[in-house]
């Protein structure tokens, strides 16, 4: 499966709006789309009218760069997402929510999706109470997502338990921060995703 290994940044410019890939990074002044707003690659001055395939084509772009996969990961929750109950579009957001990597950067483990996987894939995480390395695995309500007991004193999460760095956590989350440990509360609901995403676009670019 091909994945992408360039430079994260060039993703946030190609889309034209900050996709937080790099952390902390993107709220800095290093932001790289701060700095230089225009697309990557050469351009002319002039400029065209984004054809309607287009802006559908960037929609996806956009939202499978959110969230890290690539493209066969991703069309693979759309069709999963058309044969349940209610709009395809959100039912996708909600697939996509409960992705392990994804609860994990909710929780504030992380500053991001790209680490929160890399925790994820190095085993660092437990779904109640069994170690899960799978960054796709996807969460129920009622499921518990905690850091390995003998983890927590990695310096990410000793930092977030004596309140040292900041975290900010989803409200489908029961966190607790001084277990790192958060509870599903909920299933995650279109409102939750909370990024600008308008999926009826990515609904009618895979429907063609």
Request: some cysteine.
């Amino acid at each position: 499966m091909a994945k992408y290994t360039g430079p994260a940044c060039r993703q946030c410019r190609r889309e034209g709006e900050k996709l937080f890939l790099k952390g902390s990074r993107c709220l800095s002044q290093k932001c790289a789309l701060e700095r230089r707003p225009n697309p990557p690659g050469v351009h002319k001055n002039t400029r065209k009218k984004a054809s309607e395939y287009s802006t559908q084509l960037r929609e996806k772009q956009k939202t499978k760069r959110f969230y890290g996969l690539c493209e066969k990961q991703f069309k693979g929750y759309f069709d999963k997402a058309s044969k349940m109950r209610g709009m395809a579009g959100e039912n996708m957001l909600v697939l996509l929510e409960r992705r392990l990597d994804n609860v994990v950067f909710r929780m504030g483990l992380a500053s991001s999706r790209a680490q929160a996987r890399q925790i994820v894939n190095h085993g660092l995480i437990t779904v109640n109470g069994q170690r899960v390395d799978i960054p796709s695995f996807l969460v129920k309500k009622g499921d518990v997502v905690a850091v390995k007991e003998n983890k927590t004193d990695k310096k990410v999460f000793a930092e977030i338990k004596d309140g040292t760095a900041k975290y900010a956590t989803a409200a489908w989350l029961n966190f607790d921060a001084e277990k790192l440990t958060a509870t599903v509360v909920e299933l995650p609901t279109r409102a939750d995703v909370g990024e600008h995403i308008e999926e009826h676009l990515i609904v009618e670019l895979y429907s063609k």
